[in-house]
């Protein structure tokens, strides 16, 4: 019998731990800018944060709590703020009203490109700098497929409308807190760059101005800075069952930029071919952690589903049935019933679908049967001394055989006359056939009994062979396992039935005598006789 299943292939979406989003990846590497190149130690040094750049000539300012003076966080040159996740954040300016269209970017290369008509959620956080004299509503984020490139320190001009803004009118204004700026954003396809800042000219702005005094500018702090897909990455799928002796690929080379890839087993291959387990996976890709785990089960093999092989008799309709309850059945001559209905002798098969589309054979012979027909041959007369084999010239695995002396081989061996019979039986029929076996004196000649009770009622209590014409006798019994139980040299001597001094068991045992012809017409060849006795209680 076999087994045979479709092998799956799962293109595998990891599904995400972090706390703060629902959805898939998050596309922005460094998203909490704690990660760093170097400590800043001055005014533009963005680059230090990994990852993350000033498109042009702007200061766009890095500040970690690994500084101690006015790059540090909480307290910097440009005020006092906790970092909304960490220590760390950026700092831009966004309107210099002295300096022109000056403005600072945030910019950074996202983990893989956007894809065409696929939605993301955006969102960043922005605090109103201490030393801001002004606040603005112009904050927002331009994705592109190339990096937007600032000229000299002049607004970044874009074609449309901001991808996603702070709402017009809105001026961000806490010194405080930390404003949140999100929305929605419909990939074009191909986009691989985030730029974060101002790209409205003043006179588009709406602008406010803070009573008491702080540097004529409006400047801002920048954190937790996030792109996600709305469609969650392909994960390793549900547990799922499949056909015995196949396996699956688990595959996660669709999950761009993984970093930290490691499977249960400590291994760190995008394929893995497996069978039955429960698998799981742990990395990073973007700013995203990534887990996931399925368990692969092995649909139940049915082993032999239908019946052993089997005899059919003369005119008999038999039922082949398997065992079980599947979803299709498919028999050697195409029905798919079932069950199957036959008076034919034949090797028959059966191909049955499950449940999980996992497909199992088995088969039957069915062999035809007649009910026996035999003879033991007519009645015999034999010398006393020779024994004859009785044969009814029959054997098969499905006959039952029973002799007058209990036996169940398939031929007797008798040495004594009398009647024998034997019954044979099996699933079709039953016969039983009889012979008379008579014995002569050949000048010398040996009788035996084929049973004895030794019970001390004087009667039958030993075994005994009667000779005529013998000398030099010998004469051994052994039990059914072949072990000697009694020996004599005396044709007078029999065995009383002991085994060591104790009773043996009643059954059936087998005696071998040996001795020569005392006649002067046969040769003093030396003879030796066996047969069996049955010792009764």
């Given at each position: 019998m076999h087994s045979s299943g479709h092998i799956l292939r799962l293109l595998l979406l990891i599904p995400i731990l972090s706390a703060s989003f629902a959805f898939g990846q998050n596309l922005v590497r460094n998203c909490e800018l704690e990660q760093k190149n170097g400590c800043p130690t001055n005014h533009g040094q963005i680059s230090r944060c990994k990852f993350w750049i000033s498109p042009g000539e702007g200061t766009t300012d890095y500040l970690h709590a690994c500084n101690s003076g006015n790059y540090s966080v909480p307290l910097n040159q440009w005020g006092m703020q906790e970092a909304r996740s960490g220590v760390a954040y950026a700092h831009i300016i966004s309107y210099y009203p002295s300096q022109g269209n000056f403005s600072e970017y945030l910019q950074t290369e996202l983990a893989c490109e956007m894809q065409e008509g696929k939605s993301y959620v955006v969102s960043f956080y922005v605090s109103c700098a201490d030393d801001s004299h002004f606040s603005i509503d112009g904050m927002g984020a331009q994705f592109s497929v190339d990096p937007l490139i600032q000229i000299e320190d002049n607004l970044i001009e874009i074609s449309g409308d901001v991808h996603v803004a702070n709402p017009l009118g809105h001026v961000i204004d806490d010194k405080n807190g930390w404003t949140q700026i999100h929305g929605t954003y419909i990939a074009n396809g191909g986009e691989k760059y985030i730029t974060i800042g101002n790209f409205l000219h003043a006179s588009d702005l709406t602008i406010e101005t803070f009573i008491s005094w702080q540097t004529s500018i409006a400047s801002y702090y920048v954190d937790d800075v996030n792109v996600?897909?709305?469609?969650?990455?392909?994960?390793?799928?549900?547990?799922?069952?499949?056909?015995?002796?196949?396996s699956i690929t688990l595959d996660i080379s669709n999950i761009c930029n993984l970093i930290e890839l490691r499977?249960?087993?400590?291994?760190?291959?995008?394929?893995?071919?497996?069978?039955?387990?429960?698998?799981?996976?742990?990395?990073?890709?973007?700013?995203?952690?990534?887990?996931?785990?399925?368990?692969?089960?092995?649909?139940?093999?049915?082993?032999?589903?239908?019946?052993?092989?089997?005899?059919?008799?003369?005119?008999?309709?038999?039922?082949?049935?398997?065992?079980?309850?599947?979803?299709?059945?498919?028999?050697?001559?195409?029905?798919?019933?079932?069950?199957?209905?036959?008076?034919?002798?034949?090797?028959?098969?059966?191909?049955?679908?499950?449940?999980?589309?996992?497909?199992?054979?088995?088969?039957?012979?069915?062999?035809?049967?007649?009910?026996?027909?035999?003879?033991?041959?007519?009645?015999?007369?034999?010398?006393?001394?020779l024994e004859i084999t009785l044969d009814p010239g029959i054997d098969s695995i499905h006959n039952h055989y029973l002799w007058n002396d209990y036996s169940d081989r398939s031929i007797l061996t008798v040495s004594d006359s009398g009647e024998y019979w034997l019954r044979i039986s099996n699933p079709c029929g039953v016969m039983i056939d009889s012979i008379l076996i008579s014995t002569y004196n050949c000048n010398s000649a040996i009788a035996a009994p084929n049973a004895f009770s030794p019970n001390a009622d004087g009667k039958n209590d030993t075994f005994e062979l009667k000779?005529?014409?013998?000398?030099?006798?010998?004469?051994?019994?052994?039990?059914?396992?072949?072990?000697?139980?009694?020996?004599?040299?005396?044709?007078?001597?029999?065995?009383?039935?002991?085994?060591k001094g104790k009773p043996c068991p009643v059954g059936v045992y087998v005696w071998i005598a040996a001795?020569?012809?005392?006649?002067?017409?046969?040769?003093?060849?030396?003879?030796?006789?066996?047969?069996?006795?049955?010792?009764?209680?």
């Open positions: 996600i897909a709305v469609e969650t990455i392909v994960d390793l799928g549900p547990d799922t069952t499949i056909c015995p002796n196949d499977w249960e087993n400590d291994s760190t291959g995008l394929i893995r071919r497996v069978g039955p387990g429960t698998y799981s996976i742990y990395g990073k890709s973007g700013c995203t952690e990534i887990y996931d785990q399925i368990t692969i089960s092995t649909s139940p093999d049915p082993g032999h589903f239908l019946p052993g092989d089997t005899i059919i008799c003369p005119d008999q309709l038999i039922d082949l049935i398997p065992s079980g309850t599947y979803d299709t059945y498919e028999w050697q001559d195409g029905s798919d019933q079932a069950s199957y209905q036959t008076d034919t002798e034949g090797i028959f098969w059966l191909k049955v679908t499950d449940s999980y589309g996992c497909s199992f054979t088995d088969s039957i012979y069915v062999n035809s049967l007649t009910a026996p027909l035999f003879s033991l041959g007519n009645d015999t007369l034999f010398c006393q001394g000779g005529e014409n013998i000398s030099s006798f010998s004469m051994y019994v052994y039990d059914r396992w072949g072990s000697l139980i009694f020996e004599s040299n005396d044709l007078f001597q029999g065995w009383n039935g002991e085994c001795y020569e012809s005392m006649s002067v017409d046969v040769p003093a060849e030396r003879t030796t006789i066996k047969g069996s006795v049955v010792l009764l209680r």
